[in-house]
């Protein structure tokens, strides 16, 4: 009998979709639900002894054979400072701390430049981490490609990164989002999209290693396969952290009590740069944007020092110099899927007023294990005794994405509630990433990815107008809103 039942409501569903699609064809502005849903490959964890994990070839491939060479690998940049003209680089050797130097300079093979840094180890359950350095390489120019060489002799291994352009209000500039990676074969298939984008910085909105689903030392191995695997793109261009709840790994069974520990031994934050007291809450200004990053899962009520910290830094933002106001953080607030539904109420209560009255331009979200964009809407109106229950379009309030889609282990959430919620424009369970592409203070072009059997195909794509100086501009130059075309239905906001 519920066997019955449950088909009744998968024809009815499926029924629902075909008409909610083919509806939303002819009009642009009801929510669409896509039908695609493609799994690919089965999520599983990618086994240790793939390629994909391997012991980085070069120099260093010798230490198999020779007792004094270590390894050095798992390396991955993130911006150093408030502007973009630093970078921190990290790397772990395993089983001597070796060098903390790192060698640099804008030509290749000559480095002009030292800088020392940090080193730090932990234990997790009986795994121990090996020695994690953590280098700030700061006073650099602007724009120009720099290499670097960590460690020394046979084990040195050599990179490189670019510097962003100064900031500025009309810079150009490409930055990629992606969410809940994990290392399966579809985190694999996401991460080779990406580097195909010509994106130049991840805008990374948590769940990283999914090592949490691991227990006892296994914990531990997950995030240095993790780091191996990405070190591919994070090696090369600076990632920008910020923590889901899989980085918490609160795990009393086996006595690891105290949240983000992995997290945060493995990925510093410029935090400091922005007066922030935690690396798990910090903002950074590249290219012509702001990118305020908030964590879902540390204090965030009103008194606590992120709410504190967030406030003062919004008064910071200067829109004559960086026009692009970003917000990451893990728990989307207008989600309309089965999955973690209302988990970001807590966070809007704080803090929608805010995003609304700073004109937040979008606020990018991890999570839910799908892609979903909303239409420029708020619910700053309901209190518990107003009554006012639904969100409205407000023009002044972000665009909310969630791309949670990277893949990772545990698999899509294809269960979307029905019918498709008027705050959501467009929503598909698949994997993907995406790419927003700033061209100038006004427009910027955004595209959400999917991944097609293998190949990277554009979904959602649009023109994103700028919130504070599209709309003055537009509004005097009596420009009407228009919708473009891109695959047929690329609105623009
Ligand atoms: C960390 O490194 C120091 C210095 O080499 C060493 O004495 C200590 O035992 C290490 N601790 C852990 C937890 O590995
Ligand atoms: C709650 O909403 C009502 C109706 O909009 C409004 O009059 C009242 O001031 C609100 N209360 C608070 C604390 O925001
Ligand atoms: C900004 O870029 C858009 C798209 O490339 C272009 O149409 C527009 O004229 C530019 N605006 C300014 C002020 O340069
Ligand atoms: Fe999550």
Redesign the pocket.
């Known amino acids: 009998m519920p066997g019955v039942g449950k088909m009744q409501s998968l024809l009815f569903q499926l029924i629902l979709m075909s008409f909610v699609f083919l509806n939303s064809v002819n009009n642009v502005n009801a929510g669409i639900t896509s039908t695609f849903i493609r799994k690919e490959w089965p999520s599983v964890d990618i086994p240790l002894d793939n390629e994909v994990f391997a012991v980085p070839t070069g120099p260093n491939a010798f230490s198999f054979y020779c007792l004094h060479i270590f390894l050095l690998d798992k390396v991955h940049i993130t911006q150093g400072n408030y502007d973009g003209n630093a970078v921190i680089i990290s790397w772990v050797t395993a089983d001597e ?1 070796g060098s903390g130097k790192v060698q640099y300079g804008t030509s290749e093979k000559k480095y002009e430049f030292t800088a020392e840094g940090k ?1 730090t ?3 997790f359950c009986n795994y ?2 090996g ?1 994690i350095h953590h280098v700030l390489v700061d006073g650099l120019e602007y724009d120009p490609k720099y290499y670097y060489k960590i460690g020394s002799g046979d084990s040195a291994r050599e990179f490189w990164f670019q510097t962003p352009p100064m900031i500025g209000p009309d810079v150009s500039y490409k930055f990629g989002i992606i969410g809940d990676l994990g290392q399966t074969y579809n985190s694999l298939s996401t991460l080779e999209h990406y580097m195909q984008s010509g994106a130049q910085t991840v805008l990374f909105v948590g769940d990283l290693a999914y090592a949490n689903r691991y227990q006892y030392n296994d914990v531990g191995i997950r995030w240095d396969s993790w780091g191996r695997f990405v070190e591919r793109s994070t090696a090369y261009q600076p990632w920008i952290w910020s923590a889901g709840n899989h980085e918490i790994e609160y795990m009393p069974y086996m006595n690891e009590v105290i949240p983000f520990k992995s997290y945060l031994h493995r990925y510093p934050t410029p935090h400091l740069a922005c007066k922030s007291s935690s690396p798990m809450w910090y903002a950074i200004r590249r290219a012509s944007a702001h990118i305020i990053v908030l964590s879902s899962y540390s204090p965030f009520v009103k008194y606590t020092p992120q709410w504190i910290w967030f406030s003062e830094e919004l008064k910071r933002v200067d829109r004559e110099k960086t026009p692009w106001l970003i917000v990451l953080m893990h728990v989307p607030l207008y989600n309309s899927n089965e999955a973690h539904f209302m988990e970001g109420e807590s966070v809007r209560a704080v803090f929608e007023e805010w995003f609304i009255h700073c004109k937040v331009d979008v606020i990018f979200a991890g999570h839910v294990h799908a892609y979903e964009r909303s239409n420029r809407i708020s619910n700053v109106r309901y209190n518990v005794s107003s009554g006012e229950r639904y969100p409205v379009p407000d023009k002044s309030a972000p665009i909310y994405i969630i791309v949670g889609d990277g893949g990772n282990q545990e698999g899509l959430a294809e269960r979307f509630r029905d019918p498709q919620p008027e705050y959501s424009a467009f929503r598909e369970a698949s994997y993907g990433h995406s790419t927003l592409e700033i061209r100038n203070r006004t427009h910027a072009f955004y595209q959400w990815n999917r991944n097609d059997d293998g190949k990277k195909v554009a979904i959602d794509s649009f023109v994103l107008h700028n919130q504070f100086w599209s709309n003055n501009l537009r509004r005097r130059k009596l420009k009407k809103h228009h919708w473009r075309s891109v695959l047929g239905r690329t609105a623009s906001f």
Do not use: H
Request: proline letters at 12%; aromatic letters at 24%; zero cysteines.
């Open positions: 701390p080193m180890n932990y234990t121990n981490s020695y």
